[in-house]
């Protein structure tokens, strides 16, 4: 059983940064892809973004495609999320989720219990 912490949440205003990280532990991180979600009051979970286990590929959902980057270190376990020009859209809860396989593409089976990002226009 894997356990995920995400931290580095917080309340900026439009066009500030913020730089996510998830800690993982309880199985072979570098294994797995992961990838960041976040659910928006009163809507669905959505895709944000994703990291293969080797860190060779990479994807995220349009909206924040040339804003937010996502990155690794599996020495430590770590998974981050950089959010540059953030936009009040962008305000949600974000989770991290390890991936069952390698791929950007493996089904996410398991949540951190996420971080709030609000974003003051």
């Given at each position: 059983?894997?356990?995920?912490?995400?931290?580095?949440?917080?309340?900026?205003?439009?066009?500030?940064?913020?730089?996510?990280?998830?800690?993982?532990?309880?199985?072979?991180?570098?294994?797995?892809?992961?990838?960041?979600?976040?659910?928006?009051?009163?809507?669905?979970?959505?895709?944000?973004?994703?990291?293969?286990?080797?860190?060779?590929?990479?994807?995220?959902?349009?909206?924040?495609?040339g804003r937010f980057t996502?990155?690794?270190?599996?020495?430590?376990?770590?998974?981050?999320?950089?959010?540059?020009?953030?936009?009040?859209?962008?305000?949600?809860?974000?989770?991290?989720?390890?991936?069952?396989?390698?791929?950007?593409?493996?089904?996410?089976?398991?949540?951190?219990?996420?971080?709030?990002?609000?974003?003051?226009?």
């Amino acid at each position: 059983q894997v356990q995920l912490v995400e931290s580095g949440g917080g309340l900026v205003e439009a066009g500030d940064s913020l730089r996510l990280s998830c800690t993982a532990s309880g199985r072979t991180f570098s294994a797995y892809a992961m990838g960041w979600f976040r659910r928006a009051p009163g809507k669905e979970r959505e895709f944000v973004a994703a990291i293969s286990s080797n860190a060779d590929k990479t994807s995220y959902t349009n909206s924040v495609k040339g804003r937010f980057t996502i990155s690794r270190d599996n020495a430590k376990s770590l998974l981050f999320l950089q959010m540059d020009n953030l936009k009040p859209e962008d305000t949600a809860i974000y989770y991290c989720s390890q991936s069952s396989g390698p791929f950007t593409t493996s089904p996410y089976n398991d949540w951190g219990q996420g971080t709030q990002v609000t974003v003051s226009s």
